[in-house]
């Protein structure tokens, strides 16, 4: 295979259950220049740019589930919610108690007050992160790429029906146990490998991808050679075209390092 582009999620594939990275996923990178290496992930970009400062002139970041994509600092693909899209996101939210909205911007992500647990969660995917009296207000503070709900006590798969009530430019989006993702229809990780792969002229047959969760589904879609893990959701593995060992069992980096 003339493997050039490998898109990678992070939670639940290239991190394992502790949320560490591979040890040897970094030397891979720097000894292989000939490919780009795609991180593609839910998270705030300043995060990802933190978290792999390492990497950063080496990688490409996907963030906010396939809303902005940056390499070196400069934005290559940006995909923005209009305001009255966010307001009426917001307003379903928050009606509901259980759920905690975090808008997610190209500056900052901006949170209401709330419990100590719910913000360690958040905290945990935003490095850039602003506690707001009135969460309204922050939609003319920034371009918002997408709204993450958190919702207590893994109710996220069953709290979906309630958003069924937006309209068809808007999309529900399952990221995890907790977390729904709501952005535009035209928002996913894929979306935005085609937008690499067309900027810098690479043939999907020549990109391959690796993820776990139904927020990875259209990136599955976008690449050839693609892996659900192990521990992944029993729809991604019905589309992928391979399936990977688990993230606790090096499962990312037992492909890799036998390309």
């Known amino acids: 295979m003339n493997i050039k582009l490998i898109a ?10 502790k949320k560490n990275l591979p040890s040897d996923f970094i030397p891979w990178v720097k ?44 934005i290559i693909y940006k995909n923005e919610m209009k305001k009255e899209d966010i307001k009426t996101c917001l307003d379903i939210v928050v009606k509901h108690p259980d759920m905690t909205p975090v808008l997610c911007g190209v500056k900052s992500a901006y949170m209401p007050k709330a419990e100590p647990e719910i913000f360690k969660q ?15 207000d922050c939609i003319e503070k920034d371009s918002i790429l997408k709204l993450a709900v958190n919702i207590k006590n893994f109710g ?60 990875d589904y259209e990136l599955i879609q976008a690449c050839e050679e693609s892996y659900c893990m192990e521990n992944g959701h029993p729809d991604l593995k019905k589309i992928a075209k ?18």
């Not at 990678?8 to 259950?17: E, V, W």
């Not at 963030?63 to 940056?70: D, I, K």
């Not at 958040?122 to 309204?136: A, P």
């Open 8 to 17: 990678l999620d992070m939670d639940g594939t290239l991190l394992d259950s």
């Open 31 to 74: 000894s292989h220049p000939e490919i780009m290496t795609v991180i593609a992930s839910g998270r705030q970009y300043h995060t990802l740019a933190k978290d792999f400062y390492m990497l950063k002139n080496e990688l490409m970041f996907i963030a906010e589930n396939g809303g902005l994509v940056l390499k070196n600092d400069e």
């Open 122 to 136: 958040v905290d945990m995917y935003y490095v850039n992160l602003e506690v707001v009296d009135n969460i309204y």
């Open 156 to 215: 996220a798969e069953r709290s979906m029906p309630v958003f069924s009530v937006l309209e068809k430019h808007l999309k529900p989006v399952l990221s995890g146990d907790s977390w729904i993702d709501l952005s535009n229809a035209s928002v996913n990780k894929g979306e935005a490998v085609k937008a690499i792969l067309n900027k810098y002229g690479i043939d999907r047959k020549n990109a391959m991808s690796f993820g776990d969760y139904l927020n």
């Open 242 to 259: 391979y399936t990977a060992d688990t993230n606790d069992n090096d499962g990312v980096m037992k492909i890799l390092r036998n390309l």
